[in-house]
């Protein structure tokens, strides 16, 4: 189950930040579920790193510490707590959200 952190993008104000490990330095990264905006100055990912790609469905993006474009893992919960983010400010999310449904009135 893939974690986001519990406050909204601070680029778009709509996204969720999904938070993303490199699979080949470790670097953490925050991924917007909605622009696709990728954030890289953790703990406090609030600054968009330049030059980053995130798909929704399918988190492949440019590591912005090694450089290398790859498939992201979700970030467990441990790399989070030990790169710094504070436990309450993170929680698990459903991993592909259901399209949302219309209400309807009839
Ligand atoms: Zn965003
Ligand atoms: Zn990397």
Redesign the pocket.
């Known amino acids: 189950m893939p974690y986001r952190l519990k406050r909204r993008c601070p680029d778009c104000r709509e996204g969720w930040l999904v938070l993303l490990t ?6 953490m990264i925050a991924a917007c579920d909605e622009d696709g905006g990728v954030f890289a100055d953790g703990p406090a990912f609030d600054q968009p790193a330049v030059g980053g790609c995130y798909v929704s469905n399918h988190p492949v993006a440019g ?6 474009v790859l498939e992201f893992a979700f970030a467990k919960r441990a790399e989070i707590l030990g790169a710094g983010v504070p436990a309450g400010e993170f929680m698990r999310f459903p991993l592909w959200r259901e399209p949302a449904k219309r209400k309807r009135r009839s």
């Open positions: 490199c699979p080949a330095c470790r670097k590591c912005p510490a090694c450089r290398h």
